[in-house]
């Protein structure tokens, strides 16, 4: 069983940066694909960002992300980040943090992951 919670959501102008934290409770946090995705009302939840949890950390990214999104995680604080920079009004959505395994294999598909955290508003202003 693994907890998530994250944390770092906020207002910000558009241009700005914002980190979101998704901190883990659990077991063997470091075998665990995590992923980031993102909701607006009316919407299906879709796929911003993942990181493998093989050594060399490989990164994925949704194309409308690609750029001005990182992610990164922190095994030994068992805490993925996503750090976002030139925000968009469009990036407008509740972030979530999801954890896919262990040893996941997939990356973009919300019905592969195995646990959720409650999501972050992050709103940007135009």
């Known amino acids: 069983q693994v907890q998530l919670v994250e944390s770092g959501g906020g207002l910000v102008q558009a241009g700005a940066s914002l980190r979101l934290s998704c901190a883990a409770s659990g077991r063997a946090f470091s075998s665990y694909t995590m992923g980031w995705f993102r909701q607006t009302p009316g919407n299906e939840r879709e796929f911003v960002a993942a990181?493998?949890?093989?050594?060399?950390?490989?990164?994925y990214y949704a194309d409308s992300v690609k750029g001005r999104f990182a992610i990164s995680r922190d095994n030994a604080k068992n805490t993925v980040y996503l750090q976002m920079n030139s925000l968009k009004p469009e990036d407008t959505a509740v972030y979530y943090c999801a954890a896919e395994g262990p040893y996941g294999t997939t990356w973009s598909l919300v019905s592969e992951y195995d646990y959720w955290g409650q999501g972050t508003q992050v709103t940007v202003s135009s």
């Open positions: 990181i493998s949890w093989r050594s060399n950390g490989r990164t």
